[in-house]
């Protein structure tokens, strides 16, 4: 079974940058759209930006501009490079990827901004 393995979460200070990587446990298969979510305390979790496998993105209005997500084919990796963070960024970030029109999920990595 395909599992999602994210990493690169933690805890940073307002303004500064973190990057995200979600890789598929098996690289000898197809993923199609890849992308993340997050979800803050209290709150249901929001997208926050998609790829295609083609490379096209899409991203939430509160993180546009901000947020740069791109995907390595050959390793089902797709990366979240987030910058200029603000504490209202602090959630769950999970990555998802679609695997024969099936949906899976990360276990999530957290990230904190302080102010």
């Known amino acids: 079974q395909v599992q999602l393995v994210e990493s690169g979460g933690g805890l940073v200070q307002a303004g500064g940058s973190l990057t995200l990587s979600c890789a598929a446990s098996?690289?000898?298969?197809?993923?199609?759209?890849m992308g993340w979510y997050r979800q803050a305390p209290g709150k249901q979790r929001e997208l926050v930006s998609i790829?295609?496998?083609?490379?096209?993105?899409n991203y939430a209005d509160s993180v546009n501009t901000r947020f740069t997500i791109s995907r390595d084919n050959t390793k089902n990796t797709v990366y979240l490079q987030m910058n200029s963070l603000k504490p209202e960024d602090t959630a769950v970030y999970y990555c998802?990827?679609?695997?024969?029109?099936?949906?899976?999920w990360g276990q999530g990595t957290q990230v904190t901004v302080s102010s």
């Open positions: 790829i295609s496998r083609s490379g096209i993105t």
């Open positions: 998802y990827g679609v695997v024969s029109s099936i949906t899976r």
């Open positions: 098996r690289s000898n298969f197809r993923v199609d759209a």
